[in-house]
């Protein structure tokens, strides 16, 4: 048994020191803005400051999404399956219009991808933030049942949700009005930074 926590000691002390090498956290009362909400925060994971970029795929092939400073976050609602997988990312400072455009890619390229079968793709607003949705019409299939990219110009914030599909049997209105009240609740957060 000493063996195991002297083996672990060391992994935990890496992992919190490789996430903490930033000099500050523009993001952290972000990732803490759903403290005393309906919203439960499960796991809040910080991106280690290595982790300049992430990919995704785009009709045009992979691109890449710069990511300055990060954060993962799973939340729950009422069940014990999380309802949210949400990732908080800082564009590097001047990346911010490349990131979007790979962002509106990946999302097209899904949306094509499916042909209209089973998926729909919007471009708006959400308050003052600009707002892409890629949604299911049912919730008749895993995986995600929406996700949902807010972006701040004003301080480089890309907030992409994923809303799981672990409750199809309470229906699509419930869903709805689960995805509007998340939306609204993170969208007031990230418009307060």
């Known amino acids: 048994m000493r063996r195991i926590l002297f ?32 919203f439960r925060v499960g796991s809040r994971d910080r991106l280690p400051a290595t982790m300049k970029w992430r990919m995704v795929e785009t009709a045009e092939g992979q691109a890449k999404i710069s990511m300055a400073d990060g954060y993962r976050l799973m939340i729950y609602s009422d069940g014990t399956a999380p309802a949210v997988n949400l990732k908080l990312e800082r564009s590097e400072e001047g990346r911010l219009d490349e990131d979007r455009a790979a962002v509106v890619g990946q ?45 701040q110009k004003r301080t480089n914030t890309v907030a992409t949700v994923y809303l799981l599909n672990n409750a199809p049997e309470k229906g699509m209105e419930w869903f709805d ?17």
């Open 107 to 151: 999302f097209r390229y899904l949306a094509a991808r499916d042909e209209g079968k089973t998926v729909t793709y919007t471009e708006g607003e959400l308050g003052t933030l600009e707002h892409l949705a890629l949604r299911k019409a049912k919730l008749d299939s895993p995986g995600p049942a929406s996700i949902e990219t807010l972006i």
């Open 7 to 38: 083996a672990v000691t060391p992994l935990l002390f890496i992992s919190a020191v490789s996430a903490q090498q930033r000099a500050d956290d523009p993001l952290g009362p972000l990732a803490a803005c759903f403290k005393g909400s309906e």
């Open 177 to 193: 009005a689960f995805r509007t009240r998340f939306l609204a609740k993170l969208s007031g957060c990230i418009e307060k930074q």
